[in-house]
């Protein structure tokens, strides 16, 4: 067996292919709140939350125009954002119903609260926070016991972050 991964190991960021990247800074930028780092012309973009260089990556190089991947097909499931804690994910998820966006879900994991939705080019998205590991729902021999129970949504709105 090989060793592991080191366990501080993350996913540093997502790029993506989109069709109009005018829409996808609208959506990324101006629905969910990352800020614009930098532009190549009207080809990219990069995105960041506390001043990162960027956690998006946006593009039109092989894209421009393009129709999203037809379902039943490979390719990204959706790109998940960790909030870091309730209030923040209340937060996004009101962000997200003042734009009109549907949910495609919602879920509690145990591990996690997570909402689902699509960016304007199709991409999945989940929005997410995670419980502390202490938390976690373990069975009587300790292995991990994740579920997909519903999830409060009003609930999780009264938890909110007050509106900047």
Do not use: C
């Not at 016991?145 to 609930?155: E, S, T, V, Y």
Request: charged residues 20%; aromatic residues 8%.
């Amino acid at each position: 067996m090989s060793r592991p991964v080191h366990p501080d190991t993350r996913i540093g960021h997502v790029h993506l292919k989109v069709a109009d990247l005018e829409r996808a800074i609208g959506f990324y930028s101006g629905v969910l709140g990352f800020e614009l780092q930098q532009r190549f012309g009207s080809q990219a973009a990069f995105l960041g939350a506390g001043g990162y260089h960027h956690h998006i990556g946006l593009n039109t190089w092989e894209s421009l125009g393009g129709d999203p991947p037809p379902p039943g097909t490979t390719g990204l499931y959706h790109t998940a954002f960790l909030y870091p804690d309730r209030a923040s994910l209340g937060d996004a998820l009101r962000r997200v119903l003042k734009a009109g966006i549907a949910l495609e879900g919602a879920a509690d994991h145990g591990v996690s609260e997570a909402v689902y939705l699509r960016d304007p080019d199709g991409n999945g998205v989940e929005l997410y926070r995670d419980r502390a590991p202490e938390d976690w729902p373990r069975d009587a021999e300790g292995n991990l016991m994740m579920g997909n129970r519903p999830l409060d949504l009003q609930a999780l709105l009264a938890e909110a972050a007050p509106a900047a």
